[in-house]
T-cell receptor, first 117, second 114 residues
Framework: DTAVSQTPKYLVTQMGNDKSIKCEQNLGHDTMYWYKQDSKKFLKIMFSYNNKELIINETVPNRFSPKSPDKAHLNLHINSLELGDSAVYFC????????????????FGPGTRLTVL | QKEVEQDPGPLSVPEGAIVSLNCTYSNSAFQYFMWYRQYSRKGPELLMYTYSSGNKEDGRFTAQVDKSSKYISLFIRDSQPSDSATYLCAMSARNTGTASKLTFGTGTRLQVTL
């Protein structure tokens, strides 16, 4: 009954390779996110999709390309992996806003620990 | 300088102590203030949420926001070993669409010892 799931949990790969991380949520949320958490635990947003449409696109290298086949899935493809891409990548989802002063809680997945050698 | 500053710790306290965790921020547009708890090798989970200034209490946890000083706090009373985790403050500006763009602090690692 996992709410937000990610695969794989661990990913070890060589520099220059291309890899994908998958995320699925069964909460019925419309909005999904990708975050990167570096070795110092700093968590930074990368992308957000709402119902398959890209709505947040932070300053991220073009080597990172998100794809949302439907509103329950958000995948992250990374080309030409570099050492600096080593981090934990978190997927999150959130429900629609309840009102103008509301906050839509983001539910995080367990993370994918990427190590680039 | 980061938009949100948070002391990374680690902070070690004995069981039963009162813990005070803090963040400062520079963006006056921030309206929503959250505290997330992250256990080792897990994703963050929302602990407390406050809109604008004021206090909010939930069991042993109290969140305070002082927008005039751009300073937020999380207090944990009667701390327990199970509170040992990294605590991340997060903030966002007024919602204008369908997504909240959260800006996180670096997190404070808390260790509660027996």
């Amino acid at each position: 009954d996992t709410a937000v799931s990610q695969t794989p949990k661990y990913l070890v790969t060589q520099m220059g390779n291309d890899k994908s991380i998958k995320c699925e949520q069964n909460l019925g949320h419309d909005t999904m996110y990708w975050y990167k958490q570096d070795s110092k635990k700093f968590l930074k947003i990368m992308f957000s999709y709402n119902n398959k449409e890209l709505i947040i696109n932070e300053t991220v290298p073009n080597r990172f390309s998100p794809k949302s086949p439907d509103k329950a899935h958000l995948n992250l493809h990374i080309n030409s992996l570099e050492l600096g891409d080593s981090a934990v990548y978190f997927c999150a989802s959130s429900p629609p806003l309840a009102g103008p002063n509301s906050y839509n809680e983001q539910f995080f997945g367990p993370g994918t620990r990427l190590t680039v050698l | 300088q980061k938009e949100v500053e948070q002391d990374p710790g680690p902070l070690s306290v004995p069981e039963g102590a009162i813990v005070s965790l803090n963040c400062t921020y520079s963006n006056s547009a921030f309206q929503y203030f959250m505290w997330y708890r992250q256990y080792s090798r897990k994703g963050p989970e929302l602990l407390m949420y406050t809109y604008s200034s004021g206090n909010k209490e939930d069991g042993r946890f109290t969140a305070q926001v002082d927008k005039s000083s751009k300073y937020i706090s999380l207090f944990i009373r009667d701390s327990q070993p199970s509170d040992s985790a990294t605590y991340l403050c997060a903030m966002s500006a007024r919602n204008t669409g369908t997504a909240s763009k959260l800006t996180f602090g670096t997190g404070t690692r808390l260790q509660v010892t027996l």
